[in-house]
């Protein structure tokens, strides 16, 4: 069992930045798979970024470039830094983990690929 914890959502305006962490415990050297998804309400819950092996990561177009996943060395931390933020950005941001044998760009950011979640932390971004 792996138990991750959000932390660092707030409210913020249009083009301000974010970090959000999210602390892992458990059984963390089972997961080799990282990820940041986000939900609206009404709206399915998308992959934003992922980290795979600890080197390998991948993105969402909407936020290339903007936002950047990075993850410490034991396995116990991942961050997602979110700079640029807009409107778009906001949601319920949830911490992922998982572990795979192999790991495409497009399966690392579907939740099916994940077998862990946090509790979410909420952004919003103001216009």
């Known amino acids: 069992q792996v138990q991750l914890v959000e932390s660092g959502g707030a409210s913020v305006q249009t083009g301000g930045s974010l970090r959000l962490s999210c602390a892992a415990s458990?059984?963390?050297?089972?997961?080799?798979?990282m990820g940041w998804f986000r939900q609206v309400p009404g709206k399915e819950r998308e992959g934003v970024a992922s980290?795979?092996?600890?080197?390998?990561?991948y993105y969402a177009d909407s936020v290339k470039g903007r936002f950047t996943i990075s993850q410490d060395s034991s396995n116990t931390a991942v961050y997602l830094q979110m700079n640029s933020l807009e409107p778009e950005d906001s949601g319920v941001y949830y911490c992922?983990?998982?572990?795979?044998?192999?790991?495409?760009?497009?399966?690392?950011?579907?939740?099916?690929?994940?077998?862990?979640w946090g509790q979410g932390t909420q952004v919003t971004v103001s216009s």
């Open positions: 992922a983990a998982g572990r795979r044998l192999h790991c495409s760009p497009d399966a690392c950011l579907r939740d099916g690929a994940y077998n862990y």
């Open positions: 458990g059984s963390t050297g089972n997961a080799n798979l």
């Open positions: 980290i795979y092996g600890g080197a390998r990561t």
